[in-house]
């Protein structure tokens, strides 16, 4: 029998000392023991651990009495036994009444053994309902903190501050594994900012370092003997695992925490059912600071923290979608009313840039009229560009998409914004993935990038910062978790552009992204960045999460889904406008645009009738199909759609082409318009070039 015990002796004899550790030792005891005789000694044994306390009763320079009311200040029980050579009743009874648990004389030791194993019995019947008591209280406290705290952050905040106060650790904080892997701090108390700051992010797929190990329930085979069997890791020396480590380990181990001088680390995985949702982080200065009893007790308790983290990450992931639905709802309202606006806008840009056109041809170069008529032109074209904007917020714009490479995309945005960015500002590329494509249109993603990167650099404009753009692979594939709500799973390219600035208020969050809507100055935005993004990114089949953390930082976060195929089209650009002879049936309800559309095909060379009613176009066709080589026909018209005439046109059985020219339709788009026999399919107002380019294509088409 090998039975250990840690023996604190109060005796100013060696000699009798020693009759007490031979009686135990006779007994199968493994004692490691210490002698003190006076108040200091004995204040600094107290420190450490001990199983059991023998005193004699009168010392030199101090005594047993003394003794136990030291070890009662303390607070601290242990089985304390007055051992003395000549003590009368009386003062034995006094012992005892001053909290002693049994006196024995030193002439009759071979009562020692039996005393001090009752005592450590009955010491550990106190422990273990001092322990029961504590867990009811702190139960009790964690349930109490659970319905009073209005949010995961208070709550977690709350735990900490209690973790500290139970364990007394320097330093506490408490991980939650997110959708992506990362396990930041959701709380913490004790550590310093520039620890926090290097260790907040880390990944369980990145970095090799004990918290992510714990996390996936996956150590490394040199930290098992550090593991409990609950999977959490207890180390009273960071510098004795440190040295055990091999080499290879050493060369790829984070380690963080050893470096800053942490002696004592605790990592204790949080469980809910069989799953980990994160992990505490428990380190201090001191070694041996979280005794392996703490660590148990913690790890009794950490369901509790478990079911109540699930819960919040419930809550807050049901509020979350519903403030998505809330802000798409409102967007795709606003989208419409812009659409509606679109169409008319449209249609009078068309007036503007069309009969500006042709009078620009009819004036001499240098001629003043020129100059002005040029600036209404190109003050057309703006206005145009803007209603595309709109129109991409809406998701109602056109757009040529084809594979794009996301990571020089990037790049080439950066060149053109790097110019206007202060030296006050430094720009970090994160590129992990340089061979992502996605199927996208070039001009719209280069927009998406350049919003979001302007953004960031005017919230840093007075006081400077860092701007981080990171680029990677993403992918999912459990359609209960997804990052985003309305996020399908599969392959994506990560976008993240991450500024140093002031942060984004609460208050205004759910704001950001309606259209006019902006915190700049007047005349410094004119709002539509952020809902242009949106649009761009809706339009694109992809989804965006915002985080920010006021005083701190802002993350914008987008993901495209990702395009493997490896197809290309291209166009070449025409460098002369075409013309031709043949005979248009020209539709708009609008009598300006009718004109204008009659004048310019005729500048072109064509042979062109107007009508501004499509019924009446009909009629006309039906007359005589041979009359016209093709039909160009507006969208929105009373009595009869631009889709419908075209409709009728095919069911007569004539191979009349229709061009399909609208100002705006959200119920048409160049799909539906082929499905109806339409041959091409463009958005008003277009530029002589473009209508030029586009009847000439259909009617080479026919002929083919």
């Known amino acids: 029998m090998n039975k250990q015990l840690r023996l604190l002796i109060v005796e100013d004899s060696e000699d009798d000392a020693l009759l007490v550790v031979r009686e135990l030792r ?62 009368g009743e009386d003062i034995a009874v006094a012992a005892m009444k001053a909290g002693a648990h049994d006196y024995i004389l030193k002439s009759n030791l071979k009562r020692l053994v039996p005393a001090i194993e009752r005592e450590l019995r009955d010491a550990e019947v106190r422990r273990e309902r001092r322990m029961a008591e504590k867990a009811l209280h702190d139960t009790n406290t964690l349930l109490k903190l659970f319905t009073i705290q209005s949010s995961k952050k208070e709550y977690l905040d709350s735990v900490a501050g209690l973790l500290q106060q139970w364990t007394g650790c320097e330093a506490v904080g408490l991980r939650v594994l997110d959708k992506e892997a990362n396990i930041p701090y959701e709380s913490h108390v004790g550590f310093s900012d520039e620890f926090r700051e290097s260790e907040h992010f880390l ?20 930290e098992l003997k550090y593991m409990t069997p609950n999977g959490s890791f207890h180390c009273d020396d960071t510098m004795e695992f440190l040295s055990h480590l091999p080499d290879e380990a050493k060369a790829r181990y984070r380690g963080t925490c050893m470096k800053v001088d942490y002696m004592s680390l605790c990592v204790i995985p949080v469980f809910y059912r069989n799953k980990i949702l994160g992990a ?49 709802q409102k967007l795709e309202s606003i989208g419409i009313l812009a659409g509606g606006i679109a169409h008319d806008f449209n249609n ?30 190109e003050a057309g074209l703006r206005g145009r560009d803007l209603v595309k904007r709109v129109l991409t917020f809406a998701r109602q714009a056109e757009q040529e998409k084809k594979p794009l490479l996301m990571s020089s995309t990037i790049k080439e945005t950066i060149k053109l914004l790097r110019a206007t960015v202060p030296s006050t500002i430094d720009i970090h590329f994160d590129i992990k993935t340089e061979s992502g494509l ?24 007075e006081k400077g910062g860092k701007l981080t753009i990171h680029l990677s692979d993403f992918s999912f594939d459990d359609i209960s978790q997804p990052p985003v709500a309305r996020m399908n799973p599969g392959n994506y390219i990560k976008l993240s552009v991450a500024d140093t600035g002031p942060g984004i208020p609460p208050d205004i969050m759910e704001k950001i992204f ?41 993350v914008f976060t987008a993901y495209l889904p990702k395009y493997v195929e490896q197809s290309r089209k291209n166009e070449a650009a025409e460098s002369v406008i075409p013309s031709g002879s043949e005979r248009v049936l020209f539709v708009d309800d609008e009598e300006t645009l009718a004109e204008l559309g009659q004048e310019l095909l005729t500048d072109l060379g064509y042979q062109v009738v107007c009508k501004t009613n499509g019924r009446e176009a009909l009629a006309l066709f039906r007359i005589d199909p041979d009359r016209f080589d ?21 069911a007569s059985g004539f191979v009349t082409p229709v061009i399909l020219c609208t100002g705006h339709s959200q119920m048409v788009d160049a799909e539906a318009a082929r499905a109806a026999g339409i041959r091409s399919f463009v958005m008003k107002p277009l530029t002589k070039r473009e209508i030029a380019k586009t009847v000439r294509q259909v009617l080479d088409e026919n002929r083919a």
């Open 26 to 87: 006779k007994a199968g005891y493994s004692v490691v023991y210490e002698c003190v005789d006076s108040s200091e000694s004995m204040d600094a044994a107290l420190e450490r651990e001990w199983d059991v306390i023998v005193a004699d009763y009168v010392l030199p320079l101090f005594s047993g009495p003394a003794a136990l009311r030291a070890v009662r200040e303390k607070g601290i029980d242990l089985p304390f036994i007055v051992v003395s050579g000549n003590i």
């Open 203 to 222: 990944s369980l797929g990145r970095d090799h370092c004990v918290c992510p190990r714990v996390v996936a329930g996956a150590p490394d085979p040199y």
């Open 280 to 328: 505490i982080h428990l380190a201090d200065r001191a070694k041996g600071k979280v005794p392996r009893k703490t660590v148990e007790y913690i790890e009794s308790i950490q369901p509790l923290i478990g079911e109540a983290l699930h819960r919040l990450n419930v809550e807050e992931d049901r509020e979350s979608l519903e403030a998505q639905l809330r802000r798409a």
């Open 348 to 377: 009078i840009l068309a007036a503007i840039i069309g009969f500006s056109d042709m009078a620009r041809e009819k004036v001499p170069p240098g001629d003043r009229i020129k100059r002005h008529l040029d600036r209404i032109y």
């Open 438 to 461: 996605v199927l996208a249109d070039p001009v719209q993603i280069q927009q998406l990038v350049m919003n979001l990167c302007t953004n960031a650099i005017y919230a840093m404009r």
């Open 514 to 554: 309606d259209p006019f809507f902006t915190t700049k100055n007047p005349g410094e935005g004119t709002g539509l960045g952020l809902s242009v993004v949106h649009g761009i990114l809706e339009s694109h089949g992809g989804v965006m999460i915002v985080s920010s953390e006021p005083g701190k930082e802002t």
């Open 630 to 650: 093709v039909i160009i026909t507006d969208q929105t018209m009373p009595e009869m759609t631009g889709i419908e005439l075209a409709k009728e046109i095919a």
